[in-house]
């Protein structure tokens, strides 16, 4: 029988099996309750890229800047203003970096497939945001590791994600079904982090995290 693979959120090593829906064996963490893909089933480069592209994300879509608007308004109440940011994992159509700099912000953008240009990783801000990033990540210890280190101290890392909250209905879950999702998180999973980096963590609204970094 496979050993069961190290959690990738946290490193635990109290994993267990949690479904195997259409050959595709999903993992449980039950030290920061994270559910991921079986790492040997991840997909490669070229299946995410064909994935992401098939994605309606219009920077001009009322609909579509209203859900984001959910992960802009807590962040902006938060931020001073006239702030530097970096959207992590913006896709081709970076509509939230749109918003914020209409707030008066300074935007950079990073994608590996979109924006790959890595210079704005030599740089440190005030704030990131990753909105539905994180669950693409295969290696999520070591993302959240260089998210933290793009960070000033006392900057904040903003997150949306749609949190795993029901077994029962994992296997017909959207999220689940979309091949290039691999980690899924609950609200413990950025609890666990945060207190690995010393962040301050926040839930201000369904699906979105704010994680402040320690202004020393």
């Known amino acids: 029988m496979k050993p069961a693979p190290a959690c990738p959120v946290c490193g635990s090593a109290a994993t267990r099996a949690l ?5 595709r064996r ?30 309606r994300n219009d920077p001009g879509d009322p609909g579509y800047r209203r859900f984001l608007a959910r992960l802009a308004t807590p962040l902006l109440a ?22 914020l700099t209409e707030a008066g912000h300074r935007m950079r953008l990073y994608d590996p497939f979109f924006r790959p240009d890595p210079a704005p990783l030599a740089r440190r801000y005030d704030f990131v945001t990753c909105t539905e990033v994180v669950e693409h990540f295969h290696h999520p210890a070591a993302e959240f590791a260089r998210l933290d280190g793009l960070l000033r101290p006392g900057g ?16 017909h879950w959207h999220y689940r079904r979309d091949p290039t999702h691999v980690v899924f998180y609950r609200e413990r999973s950025f609890r666990v982090l945060a207190a690995r980096h010393g962040w301050r963590c926040e839930v201000p609204a369904k699906d979105v995290v704010l994680l402040r970094k320690d202004d020393t």
């Open 78 to 99: 938060r931020l001073a203003p006239a702030r530097e940011g970096l959207d992590y994992g913006c896709g081709p159509g970076p509509a939230l970096a749109m918003m």
């Open 156 to 171: 904040w890392l903003a997150v949306m994600t749609c949190f795993q909250t029901d077994d029962e209905r994992f296997a």
């Open 26 to 55: 999903y993992w449980r963490c039950d030290a920061c309750e994270a559910s991921f893909l079986d790492p040997a089933q991840r997909p490669g480069a070229a299946v995410e890229q064909a994935e992401y592209l098939r994605h």
């Open 19 to 23: 479904a195997e829906v259409d050959a």
